[in-house]
């Protein structure tokens, strides 16, 4: 049997309608490619193309996809009959428990990061000004040089003994995940508290990296654990939340995670939501909206809840771990949405050129850096170094300047907290320019490039301020510690917008600068990861006010388009280095004019319906795929009429339990010892392995009916379909297995994920 229904498919496909004398391969027939699309060999690239090395899809060819689709057998169907309207409401009532326990967990978490990230700051610049304070500069180096090496060591330390996925943003990999690609161990429990800790450590180190990246990969990893509640490690799968289970339910709460992460960390649940929406998220639908604002909401007001003193202070103030208040008294003039605009086009300029070199460093260490822990963690502490030397030394290069040069207009902004600056070793009533932004906190140095106050810098200073940080900001993407990219490229955006508003206001009055600066900062997120309603919202969540909306939306816009003319994100070129095989939107355009039957595989391992399982161990045996479809051999009994798909890790369980077929001819039997609750719930479990179960002569003789098990509604197409269609299907339902179908509905090729790049 099993012989003549996995012949090769040469033997039994016919080219229907002679229709391959009408494919036309622009590859094939096209001498020179490159003046058109990116060659493979090229590093950076712009949407849509860039077609992957036969090297780059060896690397994808092992990693697995997730399963979003129902599966629709006869247990299910059953299942389906018993299901009340109670059941239902309580189904839907679960989810939304898990929504609150997630902000909450979520919000307690930005809450630790952001007093543990206080306290460690508040430590090392206290010792390091006592030093400042008597005037002894080589003593107050090396104490800010050795705290500051001591954060990254053990946070560097943290990744190596927790995994290189606790490590940089995690964005990556949760975009991944989200879009179908099954990363192991991105959001278990040795990533997410390794995240958490070296987060802490790194953003405390003085290094140019954020909270916001890892807080979103932290929040999809509590979303994934709470959701699921299971632990393959401790051997633990109890009944709580059963029915969640599965890729699809797990696929929600990971995007409700990741939205609460960033609301969380900016104290902006809308701008969370849009952020899961446009960047993250490849699937959504009108109930994930409602679930996952109202648990930015959680989140948000548990973290300003407990950081205003559990409730201590009778007002609440939207505060998250980084916010900027902005006087709702100003608002800019019409003739200066060109200046908006052409800070737009630097801000696009300025991204792409940091997605080029970062991803040209980040390729770099995966070449010669490789996974050594031993290079990785010496290259964070060079970094380390190198930044802790520019930042304290940089701000002995200009003069000091004298406090009273700097004009407090009162009547403009309510809190004047971010006109203090850093004296460092001036004389008293002076400061230094480049000690006040280098020399202090990453939020600290954002309020004073924010602040109304006029004169608080000079010109060169923010020159200087602005190619330090952009350089650094490269450099320290992409290390061995937890950090983002947001807050870094504010403070670009913000040094070089600043710069412009006060150059403009050298022939133009009324000029206020710091618009200048919020500005810059939405124009270099857009630019270097395409963010567009997504930035907008968050800009003016920090700002308390709509008052700035025009501006920032000009500003983002241009910089999409320019930044887009040039590569891709910063996070598409990073999933491409992790071999993440991320399906985007639409194909490539050089597959317009292919058809699917010439990339599909087409040496497919098929199953009868009624299976002996001598026949499914030596199936399982003789390869590594992970579905089989079931068909039926018709009336001559050498057909291949398809009827369903069932995946390996059921087959495996089905063997192990010994789920055997009691019927004599066509009729089905549900087995009463293996219904559909037992099915979840060994399924949900890693799969047993084959080797380990031993059958006697009797059990190899036995069959097992695979029809109650496998997927009767899963997708198929013909083989006359075209890629770019083909494409859409499995992208846009989550496949993980598409069968492909001939004009007799006979099983001639199989498609997935790696076959589609």
Known sequence: MGSSLNKPLSDRVEDIDNQSSMIYDPWRNR??????YHSSSSV????????LSPLEKQKMKNIQSLNFSVNDNLLQRSEYEKTTKGLHLKKTFGKWIICLFLGVIVGCIAYVIKMVVQLLQGLKFHYTNHYVSKGLQSEAFLTFLGINLLFVFLSSLMVIVAGPLASSSGIPEVKGILNGVKVREALGFRSLFGKIISLVLSYSSGLFVGPEGPMIHIGSAVGAAISQFKSSTLGFYPSLFLSYRNDRDKRDFISIGAATGLAAAFGAPIGGVLFSIEEVSSFWSRQLTWRTFFTCVIAAFTTNFLLQGIGSSPDMHDTGLLTFGFSRLYLFRYSELLCFCFLGLIGGLLGAFFVFLNIHLNKWRKEKLKQNPYLRLFEALVVSVITSVVCYYASFIFACRYQSNIVIETSVCQDQSNTEMVQFFCPDGMYSELGSLLFGNQDQALRRLYS???NMFTLPPLLVFTLISLLFSIWSSGLWVAGGLFVPMMMVGAGFGRLFGQTISMWFTNIDSSIYALVGSAAMMAGYCRMTVCIVVIMVELTEGTQYLVPIILAVMVSKWVGDFFNESVYEHLMEQKSIPFLQTKPPHSTNNIRISDVMSKNVVVLPEVCQVRLLINILNSNNHHAFPVIN?????????????ILRDHILVLLFYRV?????????????????????????????????????QFELDSFIDLRPYMNSSGMTIHNSFSFVEAYKLFRNMGLRHLPVIDINNEVVGMVTRKDLF
Request: net charge negative.
């Open 31 to 36: 001498g020179d490619v490159n003046s058109t």
């Open 633 to 645: 051999s018709g009336v001559q009994d050498n057909q291949r009429l398809y009827r369903g798909i």
């Open 452 to 454: 109304r106050t006029n």
């Open 660 to 696: 055997f077929y009691r019927g004599t001819g066509e009729e089905i039997y549900l087995d009463e010892n293996f219904d559909f609750d037992k099915f979840t719930t060994e399924t949900s479990k890693s799969p047993p392995p084959l080797s380990e179960m031993d059958f006697d």
């Open 44 to 51: 950076t690239h712009r949407r849509r193309n860039h077609r």
